[in-house]
């Protein structure tokens, strides 16, 4: 007896998860999408769009090709209502299902990267890239980036690699913010091996090279550590004073030299440098302020007055020193500094957000919880200091690629940042010696997600 087809609505999250590289930005700009389904496996998709031009509704069916993604190759379209649409996307989806295909050939594949067979020797891996592949906790995070990379381009020809070894951090870097730039529903140009990224929307470009500050004598980072980060408020706030501005200053001036601006295809357009902290292990926790302060050389000191009023008062830095070596501060404030529009920045681009994306869209490891705490920003005028937070990641969660992003503005840019491009992240400004920004309703600071492992015996595991 053959068991009949079943065809479920699903989520947005877990359509997004598997299919959100296949689709168009342009496809914004005339349809709406309204609903989303799958068969039992998920190897058959289906999208039901409102068509905004003519006012009727459109079906899609989605299979894998041969490289693994995702495309549309059953569509029908002007059917009237919306009920006739989704009763199309079922019916088809049961009749593709029920022939048993799980490839459906649409031309000559790209080659997809494999990151996860390795080609280094085992002394060689970097030790988050061996845990990504083996810890069961990290599968949401290890099921986003396979389903990422059949729509990945490895420009440079050595991305694997670099992902095993000592690159890894550079690269989940990368991974990130091609995840983040498809999610803004941006036009996306790879065809040049540098800047990283070239952005187009509304007849504006933007080109993005992607840096981080990465591990100086630790990389790849050893099992067993022999120093610690500064863990007292005391060694916390030197650090942000000098050790960390040097820090991100160099990666961001060495990127300077390169004068990407002089290359043909970025002549004429903003260009962004996307920066992430990798230095040490969880340091995202606490070194964006540091970031801010070079950037600007402004530091800005607080007080309540008599009325119980918060007082923001900037302080112009001069200069930021690490032993005999001295930098000025004011990134943007430098010779040649005018060609960069803006820095870019996230304190979330870690693993642990492929991971918490991949959990809310219904990927989980078997006898495992996430929960996330953190802290983010105060809307209150007067609040001085960020909130906490504390929750489950599960399917209820709405995390997005955004979360966390902040663009930090060059006040002198030969070429400001079109900031339509780049709608939902946080918009940083420099006016009148004090910086001026633009937050989202929820912007988290920085977060640390916990991956607890129940046991047979009913006690539990915890692991960041």
């Not at 990798?278 to 530091?299: E, I, K, P």
Request: negative net charge.
């Amino acid at each position: 007896m053959i068991r009949p087809v079943e065809v479920r609505r699903i989520d947005e999250k877990l359509f997004n998860a598997l299919a959100a590289h296949s689709r168009s930005p342009a496809a914004a700009y005339i349809s709406e999408e309204l609903a989303w389904f799958a068969n039992e496996d998920e190897t058959v998709l289906g999208v039901l769009l409102h068509d905004l031009i003519d006012n009727d509704y459109v079906g899609i069916v989605l299979a894998r090709d041969e490289a693994g993604r995702f495309r549309a190759f059953d569509l029908e379209v002007s059917i009237a209502t919306a009920d006739a649409a989704e009763t199309w996307i079922v019916r088809v989806i049961k009749w593709h299902t029920g022939m048993g295909l799980r490839v459906y050939p649409q031309g000559k594949p790209n080659k997809t990267l494999d990151l996860f067979s390795s080609v280094l020797p085992a002394d060689k891996l970097h030790p988050d890239f061996v845990r990504l592949s083996n810890d069961a906790s990290l599968i949401p995070a290890r099921t986003m980036i396979q389903e990422m990379m059949p729509h990945f381009s490895d420009v440079d020809g050595n991305f694997v690699e670099q992902f095993q070894s000592s690159g890894f951090d550079s690269r989940l870097w990368e991974l990130y913010l091609f995840a983040y730039i498809n999610e803004e529903q941006l036009f996306l140009d790879r065809d040049h091996a540098a800047p990283d990224f070239l952005v187009t929307k509304y007849g504006k470009s933007v080109a993005i090279e992607a840096v981080i500050v990465g591990r100086q004598d630790d990389n790849p980072p050893r099992y067993f550590k022999t120093r610690r980060a500064p863990q007292t408020l005391a060694e916390v706030l030197e650090a942000q004073e000098h050790r960390i501005p040097v820090r991100f200053g160099s990666p961001l001036y060495s990127k300077l030299s390169k004068r990407y601006w002089e290359l043909p295809h970025v002549q004429g357009k903003s260009l962004v440098f996307a920066i992430a902290d990798f230095h040490d292990d969880q340091s995202m926790l606490w070194t964006s302020t540091a970031l801010m302060n070079y950037l600007y050389g402004v530091r800005h000191d607080f007080h309540y007055d008599d009325a119980g009023q918060l007082v923001i008062s900037p302080l112009k830095i001069e200069t930021h020193r690490v032993g005999s070596k001295e930098i000025p501060s004011g990134y943007f404030f430098q010779p040649d500094a005018e060609h960069v529009s803006a820095v870019l920045f996230s304190a979330t681009g870690t693993i642990s957000k492929f991971n918490r994306l991949g959990r809310q869209a219904g990927f989980a490891a078997a006898d495992h919880l996430m929960v996330r705490v953190g802290t983010y920003h105060d809307h209150d005028p007067n609040a001085a200091m960020p909130k906490r937070f504390r929750y489950i990641v599960d399917e209820t969660c709405n995390e997005t690629w955004a979360e966390g992003l902040s663009m930090f503005h060059n006040p002198n840019a030969a070429h400001p940042v079109p900031e339509e491009l780049f709608p939902t992240i946080a918009q940083h400004h420099f006016r009148d010696g004090q910086i001026v920004s633009s937050i989202p309703a929820f912007h988290p600071y920085n977060s640390l997600t916990l991956n607890i492992r129940f046991t047979k015996d009913g006690r539990s595991k915890e692991r960041a």
